[in-house]
C-alpha cells in the first residue's frame, strides 16, 4: 500500500514557475513507476508525465515537452514535476500516480493502482 500527497501547487502568472511534489509513504517507493495527471473543470483527465521505477526513462504529454520536468529522488520517496513556462492552459488539478507493474510506461490513468489527492495549479494570463 502507497500513500501519496502532493504539494506544490499554487496561483501563478503566466510564464511563471512551479515545483510539483509528490510525498509517498509506505514500503518500496523505488519499485513504482510514476507519474503526473492533470484535470482541468469539464476536461478528462490527462497524463502529463511519467518516470519508470529505474528512473532511466521519462516520457511527455506533447502538450508539455520541453517545459515541464519529472524527476525523483528514491531516498526521499519523493517525485517532482518542474513547471516552466506556464500558460493558462496548464490550469489544472494535478494528481500523482504510482504504478506497481514495473512494466513499460503507461500514459493510461487506469493502469495506475494509487493516487493522491491532488493539488491545484491556477495560471492566469
Known amino acids: 500500500q502507497v500513500q501519496l500527497v502532493e504539494s506544490g501547487g499554487g496561483w501563478v502568472q503566466a510564464g511563471d514557475s512551479l515545483r510539483l511534489s509528490c510525498a509517498a509513504s509506505g514500503q518500496f517507493f523505488s519499485r513504482y513507476s510514476m507519474g503526473w495527471f492533470r484535470q482541468a473543470p469539464g476536461e478528462e483527465r490527462e497524463f502529463v508525465a511519467g518516470i519508470r521505477w529505474t528512473g532511466g526513462s521519462t516520457y511527455y504529454a506533447d502538450s508539455v515537452k520541453g517545459r515541464f520536468t519529472i524527476s525523483r529522488d528514491n531516498a526521499k520517496n519523493t517525485v517532482y514535476l518542474q513547471m516552466n513556462s506556464l500558460k493558462s492552459e496548464d490550469t489544472a488539478v494535478y494528481y500523482c500516480?504510482?504504478?506497481?507493474?514495473?512494466?513499460?510506461?503507461?500514459?493510461?490513468?487506469?493502469?495506475?493502482?494509487?493516487w493522491g489527492q491532488g493539488t491545484q495549479v491556477t495560471v492566469s494570463s
Open positions: 500516480a504510482a504504478d506497481s507493474s514495473r512494466g513499460v510506461l503507461t500514459t493510461i490513468a487506469s493502469r495506475y493502482d494509487y
